[in-house]
Nanobody, 130 residues
Framework: EVQLQASGGGLVQAGGSLRLSCAASGFTFDDYAIGWFRQAPGKEREGVSCISNSDGTTYYADSVKGRFTIASDNAKNTVYLQMNSLKPEDTAVYYC???????????????????????WGQGTQVTVSS
């Protein structure tokens, strides 16, 4: 059974930090890329960051570059999203998801397309107060 378990959300003041974790099981972790998405009330789901577990390549949305860092521990089948300098606009439910390699479209093209992802976790709430 495929599982993606997101955790680490919470309430933090603006300028603070949180670290999200995504623990994966039930599929070949090293073959997939893991992405983080977020969705705020009334807004579309937005790609935040992604890491390729095969070569470590990372991608970030412009809105989080320089503040968020994604990392993968392949031995633990876990991906982390370190979020620093948090802003109220970062408030959302954060989801992790897994996408398999696509021989026709590079990861740099599809990493932020939520419909390309095969497996999804349940989401964790991040709330940043001003």
């Amino acid at each position: 059974e495929v599982q993606l378990q997101a955790s680490g959300g919470g309430l933090v003041q603006a300028g603070g930090s949180l670290r999200l974790s995504c623990a994966a099981s039930g599929f070949t972790f090293d073959d997939y890329a893991i992405g983080w998405f977020r969705q705020a009330p009334g807004k579309e789901r937005e790609g935040v960051s992604c890491i390729s577990n095969s070569d470590g390549t990372t991608y970030y949305a412009d809105s989080v570059k320089g503040r968020f860092t994604i990392a993968s521990d392949n031995a633990k089948n876990t991906v982390y999203l370190q979020m620093n300098s948090l802003k109220p606009e970062d408030t959302a439910v954060y989801y992790c998801a897994a996408v398999a390699p696509n021989q026709f479209v590079g990861l740099w093209v599809l990493w932020n397309r939520f419909y390309e992802y095969e497996y999804w976790g349940q989401g964790t709430q991040v709330t940043v107060s001003s």
